[in-house]
């Protein structure tokens, strides 16, 4: 169970460089306190993109806005925690190997300001298949 509150962050990125916006929830409403319920709703942010105001500070999300979570699900190693999210083909909407590392470097950051417990890394999944995967289709 997580700590329940409004402030959040999400990864977006500015002028080619991952970065992190802060964002509150209106006062009638906190952050999902289960774990699985908070990523999903974080990652749903990154896939809506940034606000009109972090648009006009220069920030963009690597995301096609039509991608759907299949699937998110945890997986512990050792002493860490692996977010593994299945994703929708939109996520392949003009993929390259930058905007796979840009689309990581989003997940994780968002998950990892968040306070997701020991979290050490995000396996990003199409039809079971990294996203790596399509790259060499």
Do not use: H
Request: aromatic share 8%; with cysteine.
């Amino acid at each position: 169970i997580l700590l329940p509150g409004r402030k959040y962050e999400v990864g977006l990125i500015k002028n080619g460089i991952p970065g992190i916006v802060s964002r509150e929830l209106p006062a009638a409403e906190d952050l999902p306190t289960e774990t699985i319920a908070r990523i999903t709703f974080l990652v749903r942010n990154i896939i809506a993109g940034p606000t009109e105001e972090e648009q006009r500070q220069g920030y963009v999300s690597v995301v096609s806005t039509a991608t759907i979570i299949k699937q998110c699900r945890l997986i512990a190693r050792d002493d860490c925690q692996i977010v593994v999210l299945e994703f929708s083909r939109q996520v392949l909407d003009n993929l390259t190997g930058w905007k796979v590392k840009l689309l990581y470097d989003q997940m994780f950051w968002t998950l990892k300001y968040s306070e997701i417990p020991n979290l050490c890394g995000c396996k990003l999944l199409v039809d079971g298949k990294t996203l790596n995967a399509y790259l060499r289709e």
